[in-house]
């Protein structure tokens, strides 16, 4: 079946440095991706929809200056988070759809990035 | 507002123990209903889904039923086995969206 990388799949960065997580498509193309955040004991929340050749959308409360995503390609989305803080440190997920009409179906997760900003 | 409640875990059971593990929504609406398993070091994948009330979905030896009245879709197994020892998130989709609960670990031991 289709598959959804993510790279790293666990980070350690400093306060104030910046942080790349990838999220691929491996055999299949994604013309939209989703980022979720997990914060431990809560819930997965949508971050935003990343759509490739445009702007990502951005759910309410999530700073768009804070979480840059990049959708350059049809197999990859990227989601940098600039000037990293320990409150950013969380869990982190791709998903993407794959091509049944059905998107909920054919929804396929990347495995997480576990983000720990000291 | 849109949201899920399951039951906090981790929950520990024996092998061929009886599982439930309780979901309760707040949607707008009648949202599909899904349950979605995480095994360690992979990602999450669908496991069943219900669409309409009273319908139950099914797979692997686990159910769940669509209970409008009580807005939930508890996961059942009958008989556990230590092969689903994974992370299960209830969800429901609206909107265009996702809602999904904050997860239950599940280990079962031999």
């Known amino acids: 079946g289709a598959v959804v990388s993510q790279h790293p799949s666990w980070v350690i960065c400093k306060s104030g440095t910046s942080v790349k997580i990838e999220c691929r498509s491996l055999?299949?193309?994604?013309?939209?991706m989703f980022w979720y955040r997990q914060f431990p004991k809560q819930s997965l929340m949508l971050m935003a929809t990343s759509n490739e050749g445009s702007k990502a959308t951005y759910e309410q409360g999530v700073e768009k200056d804070k979480f840059l995503i990049n959708h350059a390609s049809l197999t990859l989305s990227t989601l940098t988070v600039t000037s990293a803080h320990p409150e950013d440190s969380s869990f982190y997920i791709c998903?993407?759809?794959?091509?049944?009409?059905?998107?909920?179906?054919?929804?396929?997760f990347g495995p997480g990035t576990r983000l720990t900003v000291l | 507002g849109n949201s899920v409640t399951q039951m906090e875990g981790p929950v520990t059971l024996s092998e061929e123990a009886f599982l439930t593990i309780n979901c309760t929504y707040t949607?707008?609406?009648?949202?599909?209903l899904f349950w979605y398993v995480q095994y360690p070091g992979e990602g999450l994948q669908l496991l069943l889904k219900?669409?309409?009330?009273?319908d139950k979905g099914s797979n692997k030896g686990f159910e769940a039923t669509y209970r409008k009245e009580t807005t939930s879709f508890h996961l059942e197994k009958g008989s556990v086995q230590v092969s689903d020892s994974a992370v299960y998130f209830c969800?429901?989709?609206?909107?265009?969206?996702?809602?999904f609960g904050s997860g239950t670990k599940l280990n079962v031991k031999p």
């Open positions: 055999d299949f193309q994604a013309t939209t």
């Open positions: 998903s993407a759809p794959g091509l049944a009409p059905n998107p909920t179906d054919t929804q396929y």
């Open positions: 949607a707008t609406g009648y949202p599909s």
């Open positions: 969800a429901f989709y609206n909107f265009n969206k996702f809602y």
């Open positions: 219900a669409t309409k009330a009273d």
